[in-house]
């Protein structure tokens, strides 16, 4: 028996298969992070290929069959263009997409968490500037909301618990 759902998603990452398939790791607001099969994304007529790069904000049709869920169609709501121009956002981007793709369980739901996420989107996108102090704020929040941490530490010292908790040295972000 198959079961669709319509719902919102942030693109927290994505592994090509050796086929035309990809496994998609989305951000919902209702379901949490989930893995999804993509089938079919890399051939050329696919439609929602475009939608599906990291960090991208769009709505989703799922069918879930068999405990496996599967990408039936996509909607851009936001590319975030503001981000993907500055190479400072972009890897505050990219560092907090790998902390919630990590650090965050399967198919557990945290509203909570979606909704800081595409804050920090939005915030990204609509900040001239983003300091450390705010993207510091941002992590201990997830951290914190994610229950690491009962209190607020330093970039130095969220890294370094993200590293033992993870069970590996983060060394390719610059932020």
């Known amino acids: 028996m198959s079961r669709k759902f319509k719902t919102e998603a942030i ?3 994505k592994k090509s298969l050796p086929n035309q398939d990809y496994i998609l790791t989305f951000l919902t607001d209702k379901y949490g992070k989930i893995s999804v ?3 079919g994304i890399k051939k050329i007529t696919s439609r929602r290929a475009p939608h599906i790069q990291t960090g991208n904000l769009i709505q989703v049709i799922i069918y879930k069959k068999n405990n496996k869920f599967y990408l ?3 909607k851009l709501i936001s590319f975030f263009s503001k981000i993907k121009k500055d190479s400072n956002k972009i890897n505050k981007l990219y560092f907090v997409l ?3 793709e990590r650090l965050m369980p399967e198919n557990q739901t945290d509203e909570e968490i ?3 996420a ?3 989107l939005i915030d990204l996108s609509e900040r001239k500037t983003f300091s450390e102090i705010t993207f510091n704020k941002y ?3 997830i951290i914190r909301d994610l229950g690491y941490i009962t ?3 330093s970039l130095d010292e969220l890294i370094n618990l993200i590293q033992s908790i993870i069970n590996e040295k983060i060394s390719f972000f610059t932020i």
Request: proline letters at 0%.
């Open 11 to 13: 693109v927290l990452k």
């Open 37 to 39: 099969f993509g089938k």
């Open 72 to 74: 039936e169609e996509t």
């Open 98 to 100: 790998f902390v919630l």
């Open 114 to 116: 979606y909704l800081l």
């Open 118 to 120: 595409k804050k920090i």
């Open 139 to 141: 992590l201990n929040q």
């Open 151 to 153: 209190e607020d530490r």
